[in-house]
């Protein structure tokens, strides 16, 4: 099991940059694929961003490509989302999630542990 806690949120103007943080718990963080998730008010979970178990790999949902990085150091047990020129309709509260997955899963049923979000506004 995986405990999972998020920093790095708050209030940006659009345009602006972010990053956020995910610490996990445990001794077998390199076990699991990483993955962001954003929900804004009114609206369901969606998917942002997940990296494989190795950091190999990753894959962005379209509306975040080319402006979000996600990154994980196995060393500090820690995913990052870089969040780079961000737009209003990026506002939400993002979640850190792990999956014990082999590839890159982006459905929020794949991923059983879930951090308890970090707030994301962005003012335009």
């Known amino acids: 099991q995986v405990q999972l806690v998020e920093s790095g949120g708050g209030l940006v103007q659009a345009g602006g940059s972010l990053r956020l943080s995910c610490a996990a718990s445990?001794?077998?963080?390199?076990?699991?694929?990483m993955g962001w998730f954003r929900q804004a008010p009114g609206k369901e979970r969606e998917f942002v961003a997940t990296i494989n178990r190795s950091g190999g790999s990753t894959y962005y949902a379209g509306s975040v490509k080319g402006r979000f990085t996600i990154s994980r150091d196995s060393a500090q047990n820690t995913v990052y989302l870089q969040m780079n020129s961000l737009k209003p309709e990026d506002t939400a509260l993002y979640y850190c999630?792990?999956?014990?997955?082999?590839?890159?899963?982006?459905?929020?049923?794949?991923?059983?542990?879930w951090g308890q979000g970090t707030q994301v506004t962005v003012s335009s």
């Open positions: 999630a792990a999956a014990l997955a082999v590839g890159l899963p982006i459905a929020n049923y794949a991923y059983p542990y």
């Open positions: 445990g001794r077998t963080f390199s076990s699991y694929a």
